[in-house]
């Protein structure tokens, strides 16, 4: 049941996370645009230069920030991520849990299930 339920959850990522594949394209490249314009703001010397660089980056930022919602598709690839690592994960329980005790039953139950699982 563990399993059905993590591959539902799993899908639910993938879906979420392919639908907004576009806007997380466009967003990091905002954030590099944004970060070009920044570095070239910082080179130019004129003001006029300087406020050129300056109306660009709000043009940019707004256009940025209307993909902030691609943020979804960002926790959707982690929550993907951790489905996937919790998928993989194998489960090792002991079959007959160690107790430290001088009873004899105890201790002859658990060589028992020893030499059986070996």
């Given at each position: 049941m563990k399993k059905f339920l993590?591959?539902?959850?799993?899908?639910a990522a993938l879906i979420v996370l392919v639908a907004n594949l576009g806007p997380m394209v466009f967003l990091g490249l905002g954030i590099w645009l944004l970060y070009i314009i920044f570095k070239q703001f910082m080179k130019?010397?004129?003001?006029i230069g300087?406020?050129?660089?300056?109306?660009?980056?709000?043009?940019v930022l707004s256009i940025t920030i209307s993909?902030?919602?691609a943020l979804i598709g960002v926790v959707a690839a982690i929550g993907l991520y951790f489905i996937y690592k919790s998928?993989?994960?194998?489960?090792?329980e002991p079959i007959v849990h160690e107790v430290q005790s001088d009873d004899p039953f105890t201790n002859f139950e658990r060589e028992w299930a020893e030499i059986?699982?070996?």
């Open positions: 993590l591959f539902l959850a799993g899908l130019s010397d004129s003001t300087k406020i050129g660089w300056v109306i660009l980056g709000l043009i993909n902030m919602f998928w993989k994960k194998e489960d090792h059986n699982h070996h």
